[in-house]
């Protein structure tokens, strides 16, 4: 088992920035590849962000390329979005997730692909 628990959302100005925190316990981090998922009122889960289990490896959805940044510190079982230029469409709760080690381009935006989920944490971009 991986408990994740995100930190660091809140009420922005578009325009503005914000840097999400997931904190994992329990089975060893590092050999999990990690993502972020947002979910907007009314819309379905979607992908943001993937790191693989070294930081070497990297994705992203369209819509955020360029401005948002994952990263991790295996050293402190952290992994990080670092959100900048938001816009009032970032507005959603976003969930930090864990999957497994190996990384496969076709399935890296996939929910099924990872096991363990966060609770969330919200972030509102005003206009």
């Known amino acids: 088992q991986v408990q994740l628990v995100e930190s660091g959302g809140g009420l922005v100005q578009a325009g503005g920035s914000l840097r999400l925190s997931c904190a994992a316990s329990?089975?060893?981090?590092?050999?999990?590849?990690m993502g972020w998922f947002r979910q907007a009122p009314g819309k379905e889960r979607e992908f943001v962000a993937a790191i693989s289990w070294g930081g070497s490896i990297t994705s992203y959805a369209s819509s955020v390329k360029g401005r948002f940044t994952i990263s991790r510190d295996n050293a402190k079982n952290t992994v990080y979005l670092q959100m900048n230029s938001l816009k009032p469409e970032d507005t959603a709760v976003y969930y930090c997730a864990a999957g497994g080690r190996a990384w496969t381009a076709q399935t890296i935006d996939v929910m099924a692909a990872y096991d363990f989920w966060g609770q969330g944490t919200q972030v509102t971009v005003s206009s």
């Open positions: 329990g089975r060893t981090f590092s050999g999990h590849r």
